[in-house]
């Protein structure tokens, strides 16, 4: 077999997957269409942009996704070494400079002899050589009709939405205060209370704004973890202040009571010059995001350096067609990797990338492939994108429900799952010996 392998598109699931490949003495082809041709939400030119959040959530090992990133980390994962080379303050969450990320990723990529880099839209698999597909929940028109006519039409989307960006030196500090996100960890936060009055008049602008238009899709479907904020809104006039806006564990220094309702912000970049805006995920058009949002005390004179854009997310039905390697079932030579499995989130692209990558290295050298125990955070979401028994399959991020064989006597949530971490590690640190 022609030890080459081909990976299609440089996110973070085709990045890891490409080193993971490369390191193990295999070239790689590294398909990219930028910076020929953008989606709809890319803007950058380097590999791996996060175009959501910077926020690659937890980090404590008491919750899943914090798991899966130290398992990563024993594994070693490109994308975890980028994330921990360019971390900023964000209390017990793993948040990142957003461009120096994808500068570490871009760098390690061009720097690795094993990997070509092939610029352009892909609209079919190159040749016969294994292959990597981890084109991301924006893949485009062309190159998803050709994956339609490799699965059928065995096929689901949803929609997804970025955060606006405002600049630190345009928020009103003398209204906003820095304190910890609910009032755990370190004050990594800015903080934008509201009265009672406030917030009704920013839930009734926020309501009745103008959305953006949306072009081609059949059906408005929203991730639960990444759902606008104006359609959180709809739902109910206190729904936000259950949600992104509860101010759970925070006090107004110079009012020395709890506000009605918080808006928080997160450091953006290293240097502290950038925030987003926790939460407000928004379809709304841009003119309306900076009227309504201008609203919220300490944002009235906010600039916006980049506006909270609306997507489509484009995943296939992958308990249906993929194995637990993330290898498709109908193929020997395709895997896939990354949201357009279903996998939610950073890390979990991630994660899927690592196991798509390592198997794909792994048929190329006539090797038995590495299947994760469901008792770990790679192997659950793993089990769970393969699953035949899954019904309705919705994009899911990692999560301690997803295990398997674990002691569910213990009654103590937070004692189970930090037992469940350490047998976790243990068995990911026995793999990783394999390597």
């Given at each position: 077999?022609?030890?080459?392998?081909?990976?299609?598109?440089?996110?973070?699931?085709?990045?890891?997957?490409?080193?993971?490949?490369?390191?193990?003495?295999?070239?790689?082809?590294?398909?990219?269409?930028?910076?020929?041709?953008?989606?709809?939400?890319?803007?950058?030119?380097?590999?791996?942009?996060?175009?959501?959040?910077?926020?690659?959530?937890?980090?404590?090992?008491?919750?899943?996704?914090?798991?899966?990133?130290?398992?990563?980390?024993?594994?070693?994962?490109?994308?975890?070494?980028?994330?921990?080379?360019?971390?900023?303050?964000?209390?017990?969450?793993?948040?990142?400079?957003?461009?120096?990320?994808?500068?570490?990723?871009?760098?390690?990529?061009?720097?690795?002899?094993?990997?070509?880099?092939?610029?352009?839209?892909?609209?079919?698999?190159?040749?016969?050589?294994?292959?990597?597909?981890?084109?991301?929940?924006?893949?485009?028109?062309?190159?998803?009709?050709?994956?339609?006519?490799?699965?059928?039409?065995?096929?689901?989307?949803?929609?997804?939405?970025?955060?606006?960006?405002?600049?630190?030196?345009?928020?009103?500090?003398?209204?906003?205060?820095?304190?910890?996100?609910?009032?755990?960890?370190?004050?990594?936060?800015?903080?934008?209370p509201m009265n009672r009055e406030e917030y009704e008049i920013f839930y009734n602008e926020l309501v009745s704004a103008e959305l953006a238009e949306?072009?081609?899709?059949e059906k408005n479907m929203v991730f639960e973890g990444c759902m606008p904020i104006e359609s959180m809104a709809q739902r109910g006039k206190d729904?936000?202040?259950?949600?992104?806006?509860?101010?759970?564990?925070?006090?107004?220094?110079?009012?020395?009571?709890?506000?009605?309702?918080?808006?928080?912000?997160?450091?953006?970049?290293?240097?502290?010059?950038?925030?987003?805006?926790?939460?407000?995920?928004?379809?709304?058009?841009?003119?309306?995001?900076?009227?309504?949002?201008?609203?919220?005390?300490?944002?009235?004179?906010?600039?916006?350096?980049?506006?909270?854009?609306?997507?489509?997310?484009?995943?296939?039905?992958?308990?249906?067609?993929?194995?637990?390697?993330?290898?498709?079932?109908?193929?020997?030579?395709?895997?896939?990797?990354?949201?357009?499995?279903?996998?939610?989130?950073?890390?979990?692209?991630?994660?899927?990338?690592?196991?798509?990558?390592?198997?794909?290295?792994?048929?190329?050298?006539?090797?038995?492939?590495?299947?994760?125990?469901?008792?770990?955070?790679?192997?659950?979401?793993?089990?769970?994108?393969?699953?035949?028994?899954?019904?309705?399959?919705?994009?899911?991020?990692?999560?301690?429900?997803?295990?398997?064989?674990?002691?569910?006597?213990?009654?103590?949530?937070?004692?189970?799952?930090?037992?469940?971490?350490?047998?976790?590690?243990?068995?990911?640190?026995?793999?990783?010996?394999?390597?």
């Open positions: 077999m022609n030890k080459t392998i081909n990976v299609i598109g440089a996110g973070l699931a085709g990045c890891e997957a490409a080193y993971q490949i490369a390191k193990r003495g295999i070239k790689v082809r590294l398909y990219e269409m930028k910076p020929q041709k953008y989606s709809p939400a890319h803007h950058s030119e380097n590999f791996a942009e996060l175009v959501c959040s910077n926020s690659l959530r937890s980090d404590q090992l008491e919750n899943a996704v914090g798991l899966l990133k130290e398992e990563l980390r024993i594994m070693d994962s490109l994308i975890l070494r980028a994330a921990d080379a360019t971390r900023v303050p964000a209390g017990g969450a793993l948040a990142v400079d957003r461009e120096g990320f994808s500068e570490y990723v871009t760098k390690a990529v061009r720097d690795n002899e094993n990997i070509e880099i092939i610029y352009g839209e892909q609209d079919s698999i190159p040749d016969d050589n294994i292959t990597v597909i981890a084109t991301g929940p924006l893949t485009s028109e062309s190159m998803f009709t050709y994956i339609r006519k490799i699965i059928g039409d065995d096929y689901l989307y949803f929609f997804d939405a970025a955060a606006p960006i405002v600049s630190y030196e345009s928020i009103n500090m003398d209204k906003a205060f820095k304190a910890a996100r609910y009032g755990k960890g370190s004050e990594d936060y800015i903080n934008c949306v072009k081609s899709f729904t936000m202040r259950y949600g992104p806006l509860k101010p759970v564990g925070l006090m107004d220094p110079r009012k020395e009571a709890k506000p009605y309702a918080v808006v928080q912000l997160r450091q953006d970049n290293k240097n502290a010059t950038l925030y987003n805006i926790v939460g407000f995920q928004t379809h709304l058009k841009w003119p309306e995001q900076k009227r309504v949002f201008s609203l919220i005390p300490g944002l009235e004179n906010a600039e916006f350096v980049r506006y909270g854009v609306m997507h489509r997310n484009t995943y296939i039905n992958s308990p249906k067609l993929l194995d637990c390697t993330y290898k498709l079932k109908s193929s020997d030579n395709i895997y896939f990797a990354g949201q357009i499995t279903g996998v939610e989130g950073y890390i979990e692209s991630t994660a899927s990338g690592f196991v798509a990558g390592i198997n794909a290295a792994a048929r190329s050298l006539d090797r038995e492939g590495i299947v994760f125990p469901a008792n770990t955070s790679i192997g659950a979401l793993s089990n769970y994108i393969s699953d035949a028994g899954v019904k309705n399959f919705q994009p899911m991020n990692v999560n301690f429900g997803l295990f398997s064989n674990v002691d569910t006597s213990i009654r103590d949530k937070r004692k189970r799952n930090s037992l469940i971490a350490q047998k976790s590690i243990e068995i990911v640190v026995n793999i990783n010996k394999m390597f």
